[in-house]
């Protein structure tokens, strides 16, 4: 596995890495952990040494599972999480966002247990709190540092300006959001100013939450459990509209010989060199699918084909519905 480095901080990972969410919550049931803990493993074995989790992935059952499974590969690996959820201790369901600085400190605790670590290598704000300035967030963060809790501070679905507060505090390694053809807002201000703050990007979704795999349809029935059956992107009349990009990643792959998953991650890695997809599976054959794209080239009239044809594609329904756009650690 090739490896890469976000942005100017030095932070070298495998230029793909993990999202381990949908092992435990969002797409259906929790999997089985074991199988999960093989899995994880075996990614690490594959060259995968970058993995991201969060408190709110389950709650708490993802870290658990994330540090349970790569508690061996201690100082081989890098594991982000997240704050900044509040969290119902009776029900698990999220109730709002908090990033307080006492509830920082109480996260990192919790966290720090669950993961088995002496200190969290990538320590990202999940969603931006309005009541909370960004500023303080970033000291708490910069003091977690310097007590040796934390190694470095990263913030998820933050606009331009919030970046560049935060930085002025902390420097930020690392700016989370979902990123991928069909999901390209960032391009717009976001890759421009952690570009020129040499900040490096993490996509999550880049593969449209399974969406740009082509295994989903207009008749795909999801689980009632699966969040995707909230989301206007996903409706049935939203996929067979949404069907032209992954028919043009099937075009392109038929030539290259690969899947569209393949060309989704090939396109992302081809942006920049500082930025690193973190498609989640748990599947071994997905995983392997997954890091093979890594070794995928795309020439530039590839990349100059990919990009005029998905301009004239108008991608039908947001990522979320409006309750759920602030709200929302998936």
């Known amino acids: 596995m090739q490896k890469r480095k976000l942005g100017k901080s ?28 093989a899995l994880l493993r075996t990614a ?29 590969f201690k100082g ?26 006492q509830h920082i400190r109480k996260v990192v605790e919790a966290s720090l247990n669950r993961l088995k670590l002496e200190a969290i290598d990538l320590l990202y704000q999940h969603r931006v709190d309005p009541d909370v ?16 809790k934390v190694n470095r501070f990263g913030l998820s679905e933050a606009g ?27 391009e717009e201000d976001v890759l421009p100013t952690v570009e020129e703050l040499g900040i490096g990007f993490v996509a999550y979704s880049p593969l449209g939450r399974g969406f740009l795999t082509g295994k989903i349809d207009e008749n795909t029935q999801f689980d009632k459990s699966d969040f ?11 996929r067979h509209l949404n069907q032209a990009i992954v028919d043009l990643l099937d075009e392109i792959a038929d030539r290259k010989k690969a899947t569209p998953a393949q060309i989704a991650l090939a396109w992302l890695l081809a942006q ?25 080239t795309l020439s530039v009239a590839d990349l100059r084909e990919i990009d005029s044809a998905a301009s ?19």
């Open 10 to 37: 030095g932070l070298e990972v495998s230029a793909l890495g993990f999202g381990c969410m949908g092992m435990t919550s969002a797409y259906g049931p929790a999997h089985d952990k074991k199988d999960m803990v």
């Open 44 to 72: 690490v074995e594959r060259g995968v040494t970058f993995f991201d989790t969060a408190e709110v992935y389950g709650p708490f059952a993802n870290e658990e599972l994330v540090g349970e499974a790569l508690a061996p």
């Open 76 to 101: 081989q690996v890098v594991i982000a999480t997240k704050f900044g959820f509040k969290i119902d201790p009776k029900t698990g369901a999220q109730t709002g966002v908090d990033s307080r600085p």
């Open 133 to 148: 300035p960004i500023e303080d967030v970033a000291g708490t963060v910069k003091d977690l540092i310097r007590e040796g």
């Open 160 to 186: 331009a300006q919030t970046i560049r507060r935060a930085h002025a505090v902390q420097p930020v390694t690392a700016l989370q959001s979902e990123y991928s053809l069909w999901s390209r807002d960032p």
């Open 228 to 238: 995707r059956n909230l989301l206007p992107r996903f409706t049935p009349e939203a």
């Open 272 to 296: 920049k060199p500082w930025i690193v997809p973190i498609p989640g599976t748990t599947k071994v054959s997905r995983l392997e699918e997954n890091i093979a794209a890594a070794l995928l």
């Open 312 to 330: 004239e594609i108008a991608v039908e329904g947001p990522r979320y519905p409006e309750r759920m756009q602030r709200l929302t650690g998936l």
